[in-house]
């Protein structure tokens, strides 16, 4: 490649993002899924598009699919919330594993007997749409807040039933007679077992590396916790387990481990999920026919259409049988079953596969994706509102707190942003009552910082600067979570730690202690105060990690 021939693929490649840009936009006004826009994207630049770029390489698109695929699950699973997953994890495991495989079974057979395709196609086409994806769900439905118990459910579900399904695709694909139903079910609870032990394990070490060790800028920690996450992946696949299960609890317990510079990380994630999501529905939008659809069209409708009114709604009611969840939300859970890139980049396993009908499977897919997401997508706020399942909008919203380690001074910075809707708001510095070995040392309000009095009366929009010795730094975290939602009673409230069992030296009430408490923190620091004017830890600590955090 010449480099006239490299700056003008950069430039197309520039243009494209800045479009795609340019749709998150349009799609969270519409509420229609951005995944719609990006393979409107890829469709204009392809085979009958304006363009006419004729791309039609089956494996590429799977491998840059699957690379993808795990950047996304990295960012679902760090974005996770343990405090939300947790009550709803066997109900997500069992709808991830058995509602699959009753969805799979319906929707393969509607496919054989209404569709007319034979037993290896129908179970095909039965196995990759019946993958839900987060991404395309909670795209259309961040206005409208759900109860911490569906979004557990929706996300783990998401997370979690990715990997039986890549294992039933393969198996399904793969050439000879399929196996009989009993050894696919082992070889399924084998894998999985393999990957979750993995991801578990990866995850732990990730996380108590992370929290230990400084490094010497900023920057590196995004970039260690995304190297972390994948190789999990990577780890896991190369153990013969799911690597996609390894990847997203992996992440989840590094989502959830408090890590330094946190905010950063999340963001940094965030962006190359998105950047991820692109790619990969601009390179199947190229990779599609739209003439070749036309045939199809009608196919993916009946299928589509016994996939979301019967195999979905049974598959969750079924399932989660057990666990006595009022009938509207499981309503709204069997509505909320959107298809997304998951499915599509699935439907290029049997193309490299050589299956025979595989072009006729992925375009089948296509359509039943784009339709019933049409369909699905902007009617999903629609039908949370009917059933009346929507969130305490009064809620109080957790604290963003951000932690920079000390690692030479033993010692920890919390930035601590306190939004709108959280009860720290007119609480005083005393009333936080944080253990001792931790203070309040600045507040920054509309843009103005100054030290604060035990009096001082904190507002939402303040962030604060808490420096807390390393035994005491995550019951100050805690403490200050406590604080955020249940206010200055939090203790009594049975919120987060009780004041009886607060250690002595605590700052009480009337904010006695606070200010000899930071004096003698400070000492103890060797002069790490500094760094909270804004000069950063400096020659203290060399690492320069504690420089802002966030404020």
Partial sequence: ???????????????????????VRISSRSGLPSLLLYLGIGIALGQDGIFDVKFDNAELTQVFGYAALVVILAEGGLGAKWKEVRPVLPAAAVISTVGVGISVGITAAAAHYLVGLDWRQ???IGAVVSSTDAAAVFSVLRRVPLPPRITGVLEAESGFNDAPVVIMVVAFSAAGPVEH???????????????????????????????????????????????IAVSAYAAGAMAHGSGFLAVYLAAMILGNSKLPHWPATRGFADGLGWLAQIG???LLGLLVTPHDLVDDFWPAIVVGLVLTMVARPLSVFLSLAPFRLPAREKVLMSWAGLRGAVPIVLATIPMVSGVEGSTRIFNIVF??????????????????????????????ADLGIES??????????????IPTKSKMHGVEVGELRLPAGAAVTLVV???????PSPATVLRRGDEL??????????RAEERLRAVGEGGKLAGWLGTGRSPASDAPGMVGPHGGSAIPQGMKLAKKLGGASTGVNGSGNGSANGSGSGTKTGL
Avoid at 1 to 23: I, P
Avoid at 202 to 210: A, E, I, K, T
Avoid at 378 to 396: G, Q
Avoid at 411 to 417: D, E, F, K, P
Wanted: a negative charge.
């Fill in 1 to 23: 490649m010449t480099v006239h021939a490299l700056n003008e693929l950069l430039l197309v490649c520039s243009l494209v993002l800045l479009v795609a840009v340019a749709a």
């Fill in 367 to 396: 359509v039943l994706v784009i339709v019933y997401t049409l369909i699905q997508g902007p009617t999903l706020p629609w039908v949370a509102n009917k059933l009346n399942i929507a969130d305490d909008p009064a809620e109080a």
């Fill in 280 to 282: 990969m529905f601009v």
């Fill in 122 to 124: 129908a179970l095909i």
């Fill in 465 to 474: 600067l808490v420096v807390a010795t390393d035994p005491v730094r995550d």
């Fill in 404 to 417: 920079a380690p000390l690692e030479r001074l033993r010692g920890h910075l919390l930035s601590v942003a």
């Fill in 181 to 227: 139903w009993y050894i696919l079910v082992a070889e399924i609870a084998m894998e999985l077992a393999i990957g979750a032990a993995i991801g578990i394990a990866v995850g732990w070490l990730g996380s108590l590396g992370l929290r230990h060790v400084a490094l010497p800028a900023s920057g590196l920690y995004p970039i260690a916790v995304m190297a």
């Fill in 445 to 451: 309000r509309e843009g103005k910082s100054f030290v």
